[in-house]
C-alpha cells in the first residue's frame, strides 16, 4: 500500500523559510512521479513541484520557482524547500504520487495536473503571517 506522509509545516513570519518532508512507502521510486500540491484558503488546490523518478527531472511552477525547490534523499523522502514565503503561501501542502513517470522537465506544466495522481498524503498546514 502506497502511503505519504507530510510533515514540517507550522506558522512563520513572511520572509522566513520552511521545508516540508514527504515520507513515502509502499512505492518503488523510480515507477513514480512525486508532487507537492497546495490549496489555499478559499482556492482549488494547485500544483506546485514534482520530482520525476523515472528521470530524476523535476519542474517548478511558476509561482514559486526561484523560491521553493522539489529534492528527495536516499530514502525516498521528498522536500520542499520554501525560502522568503509570504502570507499568499498559507494553505494545506499535499504530498502526492503517480505511476506515470514521464520526465518532469520535458512534461512542464502538464506533470502537475491534480488528475494524474493516484495516492495522496493527509496534508501539512502552513500559515505564513505578515
Known amino acids: 500500500e502506497v502511503q505519504l506522509v507530510e510533515s514540517g509545516g507550522g506558522l512563520v513570519q513572511a520572509g522566513e523559510s520552511l521545508r516540508l518532508s514527504c515520507a513515502t512507502s509502499g512505492l518503488a521510486f523510480e515507477d513514480y512521479t512525486i508532487a507537492w500540491f497546495r490549496r489555499a484558503p478559499g482556492k482549488e488546490r494547485e500544483g506546485l513541484a514534482c520530482?520525476?523518478?523515472?528521470?530524476?527531472?523535476t519542474y517548478h511552477s511558476h509561482s514559486v520557482a526561484g523560491r521553493f525547490s522539489i529534492s528527495k534523499d536516499n530514502t525516498n523522502t521528498v522536500y520542499l524547500q520554501m525560502n522568503s514565503l509570504k502570507p499568499e503561501d498559507t494553505g494545506v501542502y499535499y504530498c502526492a504520487a503517480s505511476t506515470r513517470v514521464e520526465s518532469a522537465q520535458a512534461m512542464g506544466v502538464i506533470a502537475l495536473v491534480e488528475g494524474w495522481y493516484d495516492h495522496w498524503g493527509r496534508g501539512t498546514q502552513v500559515s505564513v503571517s505578515s
Open positions: 520530482f520525476s523518478g523515472g528521470d530524476g527531472t
